[in-house]
C-alpha cells in the first residue's frame, strides 16, 4: 500500500498532473519521503474518509494487448467526485497533529481519479426476476439452489464501512435456511417478500445464553 500512496493535492479544474508537479516543486522533501516505503506500515497511519453520495461504478470486462482485465466507468447517480475536500481537511489536521505529511492515493493526486476501498452493489434485491438479480431472501432467480450473500446485496451505499451490515444482513438471510430434512418456510421464488420467523438450528455452533445466539 505504501507504493499507492504519495503527497495530497488537491483536486479541482486544469491539470491534476501540473498541480502534483507543482506541489512536488513546493515541498520537494514531503515528496521524496512519500515514495520511500522503509518501515512504511510503522510509519504512516491510514485515514478512511466515506462518503454517502448516490454514485456508482460499472464494470466490464475489456480485452487488450495484455490479455482480459477489468475496466471501470461511470455508472448511474451523481457524478463520482475527483476529490473530497473534508477528506483533506482531516488528513491535514491529523498529519499537523501527528508532525508528519499529508498523503494520498497516486491516482488521486497525480491524475484526478479517487481510490475506493469497498464495492457493493451489483446483486440488485428485486420483488421479481425483472427487478433484481435476487429475491428478498437472497436467492438467485433462475438458479435454484444460487444464493448471493456478500457485499454485491447491500442495496444503497452505507456511507460507512460496510462489513457489519453485510454480517447482519447474511445472518439475517442464512436464519432462514430449512435444517435438513425439514421443508422451507419460504415463499416460492416470485411469490413477493413475506415475514417469516428465523429458523432455530438442530446443532446450533453458538451455544445457548452466549451473545450471538440466534434469537426470534
Known amino acids: 500500500m505504501g507504493l499507492l500512496s504519495t503527497i495530497l ?33 510503522e510509519r504512516g497511519v491510514i485515514i478512511l474518509i ?4 448516490d454514485n456508482s461504478i460499472r464494470l466490464t470486462a475489456a480485452r487488450g494487448w495484455w490479455g482480459t482485465r477489468i475496466r471501470s466507468t461511470p455508472g448511474h447517480g451523481e457524478p463520482n467526485p475527483r476529490w473530497l475536500p473534508v477528506a483533506h481537511e482531516a ?30 452493489g451489483g446483486a440488485v434485491i ?57 421443508s422451507d418456510a419460504r415463499p416460492a421464488m416470485g411469490d413477493g417478500y413475506r415475514r417469516i420467523d428465523p429458523v432455530a438450528p438442530q446443532s446450533p455452533v453458538v451455544p445457548a445464553g452466549a451473545p450471538a445466539e440466534l434469537r426470534h
Open 91 to 120: 488528513a491535514r489536521e491529523a498529519a499537523a497533529f501527528m508532525g508528519g505529511d499529508a498523503a494520498g492515493s497516486v491516482g488521486e493526486s497525480v491524475l484526478g481519479i479517487p481510490s475506493t476501498a469497498h464495492l457493493i
Open 50 to 53: 466515506m462518503q454517502s453520495i
Open 9 to 41: 493535492v488537491e483536486g479541482g479544474d486544469g491539470s491534476q498532473f501540473l498541480r502534483f508537479a507543482r506541489r512536488v516543486v513546493a515541498a520537494p522533501r514531503a515528496f521524496f519521503r512519500s515514495v520511500s516505503v522503509r518501515r512504511w506500515s
Open 126 to 182: 428485486g420483488a421479481t426476476a425483472a427487478d433484481g438479480v435476487i429475491d428478498p431472501y437472497h436467492r438467485v432467480y433462475g438458479l435454484d439452489g444460487l444464493h448471493v450473500i456478500d457485499g454485491s446485496a447491500v442495496p444503497a451505499n452505507l456511507g460507512a464501512n460496510p462489513s457489519l451490515s453485510i454480517t447482519a444482513m447474511a445472518e439475517r438471510a442464512l436464519s432462514f435456511w430449512p435444517n435438513k430434512g425439514e
